[in-house]
């Protein structure tokens, strides 16, 4: 019997490779390993739309809300740095950060937002959601945009070298070449999109 | 000026008066180039194959599982899907306004060891392959009857199976399945044309068929008296309860990570939503050590090759000592000797990657319908890649280095020739 025979022989070699989940789910807890983060990036013409989602670890080296004078102040820095640096950029570093949003998944300071802080006491769990053995992420949404983005085939990306905590970045991409995926490890700074 | 133009003269005649040797040493040479480019071709064009198993498809959406079991039995038709997706699932995804179109895919079924896909028009409408190619039907029509079956270029191959041809289905997976639907049997209303990916391995038949043919059905037997005839089969209504994945196109692609992450998480029903082309590079990367493993051949047969170069130079340079002593004889200098030697050399590096080009198109370009028609390798014919003249080129460079040698060799013998003094030997 003949078949297709390469594609089906390499697929079933890796079919026995379990792959994680990667998103998010509605009832399961989504995965979380230090080290690791993802990258996605979304490109149409000249913008694209950048999400990152990593454990706060990598970014931070801590993962409760911020309790210290100085962790408060690494957290305003990493805000900061984040909302005003592409993600990704050309080679001839042309991207501008349109607009940004910065999400952590612990109760912020409660001395920011006090009654949001507050609410939680109300639950019938009385766990502390800042305390040291919670995991928490931090997410980055961006909108660049970035002249003749189309015409570039390697962009690249300054979180691995910024965060050496950071050892794998998984890289996904839509464009108008298609879609694709690849993993940066530590020292990788530059990806090609297209297929 | 002069000189060089000698020199070529020389190269020109010395080539021909030993052409019988040196077209055997250019054949051996044509081989291995060929064959160093035939892999580095063919590791490239095995990845773009394989890559372009499905395009177009912005994501494929199934019950709660990972990407590449999703994608391997969505896609490849390799393994099961654990659960299925209700049909009032799909149906609110057809009303999402940024969604373009949707192909359902119920399976679960078989014919003679063949997948059996159930879906409707939308598949030949939209499934796109390769650089975004759209399905043909090579023969006949996209199915319209309840009891039609539209069949992929492989199993019409390997079964014989021509329009018109009376299939029997069998329940479940499997080459041999004793329980199979004989009472309703489906007739062949097209041949798609082949692809090249595993579409070509797949028989094609309506959602409502695949409802109709269970109907009497208890734990994958039929119920005698039960079952329907094709006749009554034809009269009712058939919507189906689930299905077992969706493949979504968008309206606009910018959006897919956003809809996926939303139907990631779903509070209707637990979903995974996957991206294609992300799930097939990580498919791929996963697969590095075979492309790896490639590549260390290629390594390989560079090195033969050019070791074999290097012995057939240095036995070349053997067969011409009394050459060599002539030309000196008459006033060439050593220089000159040893520019024919490394022009020699290039030469035959050149003519060699020259054959091995034509060779290697005439190879492809032969075979290609043939590996197609028989394997379901889609290897097209296409310009060389960057990597590929850098190898190409590698090749004369190589041959000059090497020929340095016994051109060295024999200017410094030239002048230690000295024909000019009493005391020479």
Same mark, same amino acid.
């Given at each position: 019997?003949?078949?297709?025979?390469?594609?089906?022989?390499?697929?079933?070699?890796?079919?026995?490779?379990?792959?994680?989940?990667?998103?998010?789910?509605?009832?399961?807890?989504?995965?979380?390993?230090?080290? /690791?983060?993802?990258?996605?990036?979304?490109?149409?013409?000249?913008?694209?739309?950048?999400?990152?989602?990593?454990?706060?670890?990598?970014?931070?080296?801590?993962?409760?809300?911020?309790?210290?004078?100085?962790?408060?102040?690494?957290?305003?820095?990493?805000?900061?740095?984040?909302?005003?640096?592409?993600?990704?950029?050309?080679?001839?570093?042309?991207?501008?950060?349109?607009?940004?949003?910065?999400?952590?998944?612990?109760?912020?300071?409660?001395?920011?937002?006090?009654?949001?802080?507050?609410?939680?006491?109300? /639950?019938?769990?009385?766990?502390?959601?800042?305390?040291?053995?919670?995991?928490?992420?931090?997410?980055?949404?961006?909108?660049?945009?970035?002249?003749?983005?189309?015409?570039?085939?390697?962009?690249?990306?300054?979180?691995?070298?910024?965060?050496?905590?950071?050892?794998?970045?998984?890289?996904?991409?839509?464009?108008?070449?298609?879609?694709?995926?690849?993993?940066?490890?530590?020292?990788?700074?530059?990806?090609?999109?297209?297929? | 000026?002069?000189?060089?133009?000698? *020199?070529?003269?020389?190269?020109?005649?010395?080539?021909?008066?030993?052409?019988?040797?040196?077209?055997?040493?250019? =054949? *051996?040479?044509?081989?291995?180039?060929?064959?160093?480019?035939?892999?580095?071709?063919?590791?490239?064009?095995?990845?773009?194959?394989?890559?372009?198993?499905?395009?177009?498809?912005?994501?494929?959406?199934?019950?709660?599982?990972?990407?590449?079991? $999703?994608?391997?039995?969505?896609?490849?038709?390799?393994?099961?899907?654990?659960?299925?997706?209700?049909?009032?699932?799909?149906?609110?995804? *057809?009303?999402?306004?940024?969604?373009?179109?949707?192909?359902?895919?119920?399976?679960?079924?078989?014919?003679?060891?063949?997948?059996?896909?159930?879906?409707?028009?939308?598949?030949?409408?939209?499934?796109?392959?390769?650089?975004?190619?759209?399905?043909?039907?090579?023969?006949?029509?996209?199915?319209?009857?309840?009891?039609?079956?539209?069949?992929?270029?492989?199993?019409?191959?390997?079964?014989?199976?021509?329009?018109?041809?009376?299939?029997?289905?069998?329940?479940?997976?499997?080459?041999?399945?004793?329980?199979?639907?004989?009472?309703?049997?489906?007739?062949?209303?097209?041949?798609?044309?082949?692809? &090249? *990916?595993?579409?070509?391995?797949?028989?094609?038949?309506?959602?409502?068929?695949?409802?109709?043919?269970?109907?009497?059905?208890?734990?994958?037997?039929?119920?005698?008296?039960?079952?329907?005839?094709?006749?009554?089969?034809?009269?009712?209504?058939?919507?189906?309860?689930?299905?077992?994945?969706? =493949?979504?196109?968008?309206?606009?692609?910018?959006?897919?990570?956003?809809?996926?992450?939303?139907?990631?998480?779903?509070?209707?029903?637990?979903?995974?939503?996957?991206?294609?082309?992300?799930?097939?590079? !990580?498919?791929?990367?996963?697969?590095?050590?075979?492309?790896?493993? $490639?590549?260390?051949?290629?390594?390989?047969?560079?090195?033969?090759?050019?070791?074999?170069?290097?012995?057939?130079?240095?036995? $070349?340079?053997?067969?011409?000592?009394?050459?060599?002593?002539?030309?000196?004889?008459?006033?060439?200098?050593?220089?000159?000797?040893?520019?024919?030697?490394?022009?020699?050399?290039? &030469?035959?590096?050149?003519?060699?990657?020259?054959?091995?080009?034509?060779? &290697?198109?005439?190879?492809?370009?032969?075979?290609?319908?043939?590996?197609? !028609?028989?394997?379901?390798?889609?290897?097209?014919?296409?310009?060389?890649?960057?990597?590929?003249?850098?190898?190409?080129?590698?090749?004369?460079?190589?041959?000059?280095?090497?020929?340095?040698?016994?051109?060295?060799?024999?200017?410094?013998?030239?002048?230690?020739?000295?024909?000019?003094?009493?005391?020479?030997?």
């Amino acid at each position: 019997m003949r078949r297709n025979v390469t594609p089906l022989m390499t697929v079933a070699l890796a079919s026995a490779v379990l792959a994680p989940l990667t998103a998010g789910a509605a009832n399961n807890p989504s995965a979380h390993q230090h080290g /690791h983060a993802e990258l996605q990036v979304a490109i149409d013409a000249n913008t694209a739309d950048v999400f990152v989602r990593s454990p706060a670890y990598n970014l931070l080296g801590f993962e409760h809300e911020p309790r210290t004078e100085q962790q408060h102040r690494q957290l305003a820095d990493l805000e900061q740095w984040l909302m005003s640096t592409p993600l990704i950029n050309t080679e001839d570093g042309n991207c501008n950060v349109e607009d940004a949003s910065f999400h952590s998944s612990w109760p912020e300071a409660p001395r920011h937002h006090s009654d949001h802080a507050h609410e939680h006491h109300g /639950h019938d769990h009385d766990h502390d959601h800042g305390q040291a053995n919670d995991h928490s992420d931090i997410e980055i949404t961006q909108s660049l945009t970035c002249d003749g983005l189309a015409e570039h085939q390697t962009l690249a990306t300054p979180l691995v070298k910024h965060f050496p905590a950071l050892e794998h970045l998984d890289v996904q991409w839509i464009g108008p070449e298609g879609q694709g995926a690849t993993r940066l490890e530590v020292g990788d700074q530059q990806f090609r999109i297209g297929r | 000026m002069n000189k060089l133009k000698l *020199t070529i003269f020389l190269s020109a005649a010395s080539l021909w008066y030993r052409r019988r040797v040196l077209a055997l040493v250019c =054949l *051996t040479l044509t081989l291995s180039v060929t064959l160093l480019l035939g892999i580095q071709y063919l590791r490239t064009e095995i990845r773009q194959s394989f890559t372009s198993t499905i395009s177009g498809t912005d994501l494929i959406v199934g019950a709660r599982s990972g990407q590449l079991n $999703l994608l391997l039995y969505t896609v490849f038709h390799i393994g099961d899907a654990t659960n299925n997706i209700r049909w009032s699932t799909y149906q609110s995804m *057809t009303e999402d306004s940024r969604i373009d179109w949707l192909i359902p895919i119920s399976l679960g079924d078989s014919y003679r060891g063949y997948r059996v896909v159930s879906t409707n028009e939308q598949f030949l409408a939209h499934f796109r392959y390769g650089n975004d190619q759209p399905l043909t039907l090579a023969s006949g029509d996209w199915f319209s009857d309840l009891f039609d079956v539209v069949i992929g270029a492989g199993v019409a191959r390997q079964l014989d199976h021509e329009l018109n041809d009376d299939l029997v289905l069998s329940h479940g997976g499997g080459r041999t399945s004793f329980s199979n639907h004989k009472d309703l049997p489906f007739r062949v209303s097209g041949i798609l044309a082949p692809t &090249g *990916t595993p579409v070509d391995q797949a028989v094609y038949i309506s959602l409502e068929a695949m409802e109709a043919m269970h109907v009497g059905w208890e734990s994958g037997v039929a119920i005698p008296g039960r079952t329907l005839s094709a006749d009554q089969a034809r009269n009712r209504d058939y919507t189906p309860d689930a299905i077992t994945a969706v =493949l979504i196109g968008l309206d606009r692609p910018i959006l897919t990570f956003q809809v996926q992450r939303e139907l990631n998480q779903s509070r209707e029903e637990p979903l995974s939503a996957i991206l294609p082309g992300v799930a097939l590079s !990580e498919l791929w990367r996963m697969m590095g050590q075979f492309e790896k493993a $490639l590549l260390g051949i290629s390594g390989f047969v560079v090195i033969t090759s050019l070791v074999g170069l290097i012995a057939v130079l240095l036995t $070349l340079q053997a067969q011409r000592q009394r050459e060599i002593a002539v030309l000196r004889a008459t006033g060439a200098s050593p220089g000159l000797i040893a520019g024919l030697y490394s022009l020699e050399c290039v &030469g035959l590096a050149l003519a060699s990657c020259l054959f091995a080009l034509l060779l &290697g198109a005439a190879a492809i370009a032969g075979l290609s319908p043939w590996l197609l !028609e028989h394997y379901g390798l889609q290897i097209r014919l296409r310009p060389l890649a960057r990597e590929e003249w850098l190898l190409l080129m590698a090749v004369p460079l190589f041959a000059l280095l090497v020929s340095a040698l016994p051109a060295l060799n024999t200017w410094r013998a030239g002048r230690q020739q000295g024909f000019g003094a009493p005391d020479s030997s």
